[in-house]
């Protein structure tokens, strides 16, 4: 059975993560008739690429890779594809991986709203504790070094835009007295005030070239794949059935279409400029049944069999193969703990990634920090067993004679009672001075033999 690796569940998705969710569109379109065939098992690793698929033994990472694998191993089905086709979906793959994770970077993770009201409690609801102070963080981190050369970190995008467009439009639609009011507010105030703001000073301020940047980034993304999709093709590529490529457009299209986010700017754009993306990605969701809800996934952490399992899924009419999240063990709940404090140390620290949002690099000392702590011990066992052995280290065997209190120097061998007989001589010497002086010589216990008689003379 195909086990395919996610980040859970989110927005009514089957992943938070794009590449996961493009990977469960992939493999719902070629065994949608056969769940038995492969399983969903949501997962919080942090430290490998998501998603990975598990076949055979052989462990697949990322998206491009997962889609070669099941296209040349499992269905090994000739592509009907026209090398027209062939060239358009390399050219559309490149262009989507290059363009889209800057655009939600920004949507989910930059914007300090979205992040804080939506993209953070999404990750509470499908995460441990100890995982919600580590993969969150780690990801906007990533997010942030991705967009840095935008300079438009942690900026709130439609208050911003509703300044500018306030500014822009005057007093419409207001009460006249209010308006007569403000306008001479305007006139006794314009003598110790600045001059008014005119378009070119609005866009030379950083937070509105800010927006216009962000809208021009946006359109680029857009644009090219309004004009591939065209209004009569149902898919990217006009065929008939969703390719490689639909997947993987479904897999960002989907992020910034159905989250519920404050600063909702990209899917407003979408659903204004760009229809024909909108029902593709509606399609696709529609089509493939990826319609997911959070807590049933979640709930199918509490069954035991495997017909537990399948009886939930029926019972939730669930249509994906989902399998209860992978729980790590106390080991290895540990060690992430563990590395993770160490990683807040400056040497350590390794920067995030810009590449890919999910793709967080493992540090020297993360790779090696399990063979570190298993070759402290191991050494310590060693060595105390070395020491034990040769006489260096003396453990505390039980006597048949067992001493309390002050311990004499008869006690300490060889080397004892001869310190015991020169403190002796001492004591003698000492007498013979003063004679008259009462010295206890005998330190030694005196034997007495006591007979008690009762009343019967026993």
């Not at 001492?426 to 010295?439: D, K, L, S």
Request: aromatic letters at 8%.
């Amino acid at each position: 059975m195909l086990q395919l690796f996610v980040l859970g569940p989110a927005f009514g998705l089957p992943s938070i993560d794009a590449e996961c969710n493009a990977a469960v569109a992939l493999l719902q379109s070629h065994f949608s008739d056969n769940q038995d065939a492969w399983e969903i098992i949501p997962t919080h690793e942090h430290e490998t690429t998501l998603p990975y698929l598990r076949n055979n033994g052989t462990t697949i990472h990322g998206y491009s890779a997962i889609a070669q694998h099941v296209s040349d191993v499992i269905t090994t089905t000739p592509s009907k594809l026209t090398a027209t086709q062939v060239a358009d979906s390399t050219a559309l793959t490149s262009f989507i991986t290059t363009h889209a994770p800057t655009l939600l970077s920004i949507s989910l993770y930059v914007s300090s709203e979205n992040y804080r009201l939506s993209t953070r409690p999404a990750f509470t609801a499908l995460l441990p504790w100890h995982a919600n102070y580590i993969l969150p963080p780690r990801r906007r981190a990533a997010a942030r070094a991705m967009t840095d050369h935008l300079n438009i970190s942690s900026i709130d995008v439609d208050s911003v835009h509703e300044d500018s467009s306030s500014s822009l439009g005057g007093g419409v639609g207001k009460d006249p007295n209010q308006q007569g009011f403000e306008a001479q507010a305007k006139d006794r105030a314009s003598l110790l005030l600045p001059r008014k703001d005119t378009i070119r000073s609005l866009l030379q301020r950083p937070e509105h070239a800010a927006i216009f940047r962000l809208h021009a980034v946006a359109e680029e993304f857009f644009a090219p794949l309004r004009d591939m999709m065209g209004e009569e093709n149902e898919f990217l590529l006009g065929t008939e059935e969703p390719t490689e490529v639909d997947c993987l457009a479904y897999g960002f299209l989907s992020l910034m279409l159905y989250p519920d986010l404050p600063q909702a700017w990209l899917a407003k754009t979408m659903k204004e400029k760009h229809g024909n993306l909108v029902r593709f990605v509606e399609r696709m969701h529609k089509k493939l049944q990826l319609a997911t809800k959070v807590e049933d996934v979640m709930d199918l952490a509490h069954c035991v069999t495997q017909e537990n399992v399948s009886g939930r899924r029926k019972a939730r009419s669930m249509s994906l193969p989902w399998s209860p999240p992978a729980k790590p063990t106390i080991l290895e709940t540990v060690r992430r703990i563990s590395t993770e404090l160490v990683e807040q140390i400056p040497y350590f620290k390794s920067p995030p990634t810009v590449v890919h949002l999910h793709s967080i690099r493992r540090s020297l000392w993360k790779e090696h920090l399990p063979t570190i702590i298993l070759g402290t011990i191991a050494s310590v066992a060693l060595g105390s067993y070395y020491a034990i052995q040769t006489g260096l280290l003396v453990w505390p065997h039980g006597e048949h004679t067992q001493i309390f209190g002050r311990k004499r120097f008869a006690d300490y061998g060889h080397l004892g009672a001869a310190l015991s007989g020169i403190g002796l001589l001492g004591q003698q010497v000492a007498f013979e001075r003063t004679p008259h002086q009462q010295t206890e010589l005998d330190v030694s216990p005196v034997e007495v033999d006591v007979t008690v008689r009762g009343e019967g003379g026993v």
